[in-house]
């Protein structure tokens, strides 16, 4: 199993409260990502970053930022969140090498915002 | 379009029985493709990863083929067990960018049944 965590695993939150979602990896891998899974459909990127003080926006159109200070570290802020923001987020981060490269995921946080 | 269509939706087999889960894709161009298994509440984990020149590859009771000339591939099981039970998500990564864009299926939901 790949050495990527995140917490929490389950959040219940208010309308209108910030928050950060925390993605740590222990692999000293450069690439590391944010996805976001509804319930029986795909993942979608969200955020990637190539590594420290790299950022970058993805396919989908999020209103979380991220930040990448330090390799192992990239967490997920929402600013004021909203019940439209009620899905699962999960965190991935590989190596830096040419395709194919394998892609470790996080178990994933569950977000419900009432 | 890059798409990736994965069928069944949903599959219901008895332990100790086969089955294979269809994958057809049009992401362009083409740089690999994977199958990842996503247990219920957790991140997907990679099964097999195939490149262009790859037509088959195993991983103990799962079997992945690859047609490129199609754009479908097959993931097979054997001899299932009840741990089996999980969504099988089809991935395809295409040569068109620098970060090797992942573009996902919405996965085959298995259960195995006693």
């Known amino acids: 199993e790949a050495d990527i965590y995140q917490t929490p695993r389950y959040l219940v939150i208010g309308t209108g409260k910030k928050i950060t979602l925390e993605c740590s990896q222990t692999m000293g891998h450069d690439k590391m990502y944010w996805y976001q899974q509804d319930p029986g459909m795909e993942l979608h990127l969200i955020h990637y970053s190539y590594g420290v003080n790299s950022t970058e926006k993805g396919d989908l159109s999020s209103e979380s930022t991220v930040s990448r200070i330090r390799t192992e570290h990239f967490p997920l802020t929402l600013e004021s969140a909203r019940p439209s923001h009620t899905s699962q987020y999960l965190c991935?981060?590989?190596?830096?090498?040419?395709?194919?490269?394998?892609?470790?995921f996080g178990p994933g946080t569950r977000l419900t915002v009432t | 379009k890059n798409q990736v269509e994965q069928s069944p939706q949903s599959l219901i087999i008895l332990e100790g029985k086969n089955c294979t889960l269809q994958c057809n894709y049009t992401v362009s161009p083409f740089s690999n493709l994977r199958w990842y298994k996503q247990d219920t509440g957790r991140g997907p984990v990679s099964l097999t990863i195939?490149?262009?020149?790859?037509n088959t590859k195993s991983n103990g009771r799962y079997t992945a083929t690859l047609d490129a000339d199609t754009k479908q591939s097959s993931l097979h099981i054997t001899a299932s067990q009840l741990s089996d039970s999980a969504s099988y998500i089809c991935?395809?990564?295409?040569?068109?960018?620098?970060?090797?864009?992942?573009?996902f299926g919405r996965g085959t939901q298995l259960t195995v049944w006693p």
């Open positions: 991935a981060s590989s190596e830096d090498k040419p395709s194919p490269y394998e892609q470790y």
């Open positions: 195939m490149t262009f020149s790859e």
């Open positions: 991935v395809v990564s295409d040569r068109g960018s620098t970060l090797g864009r992942l573009y």
